[in-house]
């Protein structure tokens, strides 16, 4: 994690791929072979080393939906209900020239003062729903598809239909998902979508996105800025997945740097984790990294082992040999 040695990168195996095999589409009656989700999950291992995922580069600007798009909906409605609040989620990134991602939809409803929802015989019910999807660039949108229904738990009597088909199109900072009559926007929330091992994973224990940011002043009296994203996946006792690391370097006295004769720099790198769960605690080890091109960069870096604990709220304190630091879930 910190300066010195370089590590030969080592294939990590995909642990869902056994699990998600090849899921055909359903309700759709198109010829098109179906979508072989495993070699997709293989595909996203071998290129996990790159920051960003391939993207057709014909694409319009209107078929450029790729990243984290979410949106909230607040309506009043009729008694008995006092509220309904949507929340929605896409996460769309590109793998092998196919569009591929994850829809999440959680919807509440509550009931006005003193009544209780009939359904549940309480003050309100939630529904949540996750959707495998693909999209199809089709005209000056993409056409997205249902492929597999991940999650359903409705239980509020008015439950909606499941949606087969819907158009995509970016409005500007905004992106359109029609279906039907009804049509959503959504604002851009990350640049890139989370990994699809992860949107495909249930939620609990360690897997999830975990971050890390740090303020200080390094030796030289420069600003360093320091921001980790940990994306993690754990079935049974191990835990495997990859860090991001960008480290910003601010100078407060004005003096360029011969790096790049500029006030400023920013290094970034990744490095692969495995390890394993016993009791209480995670043991986590970097197993390899890479560096993005920089005029600053040295290119070297020297793999760590830590010691983790998962805590109430939703943090993992993590100890290694010359440090420790605190990762808060992120989602």
Not at 99 to 125: F, I, K, M, N, S
Request: some cysteine; proline content about 6%; charged content about 25%.
């Amino acid at each position: 994690m910190r300066l010195i040695r370089s590590a030969r990168p080592r294939p990590t195996p995909i642990l869902l791929a056994s699990a998600l095999t090849t899921l055909a589409f359903a309700g759709c009656s198109r010829q098109r072979p179906p979508l072989d989700v495993g070699a997709l999950l293989r595909a996203e291992q071998k290129s996990s080393s790159k920051p960003a995922a391939h993207r057709p580069a014909s694409l319009a600007s209107s078929q450029r939906v790729a990243g984290a798009w979410d949106l909230v909906e607040r309506r009043d409605l009729a008694a008995p209900h006092q509220r309904s609040v949507s929340v929605h989620e896409l996460q769309l990134r590109w793998l092998q020239g196919s569009l591929v991602g994850t829809w999440d939809r959680e919807r509440r409803l509550e009931a006005a003062p003193g009544q209780v929802y009939r359904a549940t015989d309480a003050t309100g019910c939630r529904d949540r729903r996750r959707l495998l999807v693909q999209g199809i660039p089709h005209g000056n949108s993409v056409r997205l598809e249902r492929i597999h229904t991940l999650d359903d738990r409705p239980r509020c009597d008015a439950r909606q239909p499941i949606p087969e088909t819907c158009q995509l199109q970016r409005r500007g900072l905004r992106l359109s998902l029609r279906c039907g009559a009804t049509e959503l926007l959504f604002t851009r929330r990350r640049q890139q979508a989370l990994p699809l091992m992860l949107a495909l994973a249930r939620p609990g224990g360690l897997t999830g996105v975990w971050t890390w940011h740090h303020r200080s002043v390094d030796p030289e009296g420069d600003l360093k800025i320091e921001h980790e994203t940990w994306h993690l996946f754990q079935k049974g006792r191990r835990v495997e997945g990859f860090y991001d690391r960008v480290v910003r370097i601010r100078s407060r006295d004005g003096r360029p740097f011969s790096c790049n004769e500029a006030l400023g720099y920013a290094n970034a790198a990744r490095f692969r984790v495995r390890g394993l769960v016993v009791g209480g605690e995670v043991y986590l080890k970097e197993v390899s990294y890479t560096t993005a091109p920089s005029t600053c960069e040295t290119g070297r870096r020297r793999l760590d082992r830590y010691i983790g604990k998962l805590s109430q709220g939703g943090r993992i304190q993590l100890r290694w040999p010359s440090g420790a630091q605190l990762l808060r879930r992120r989602r």
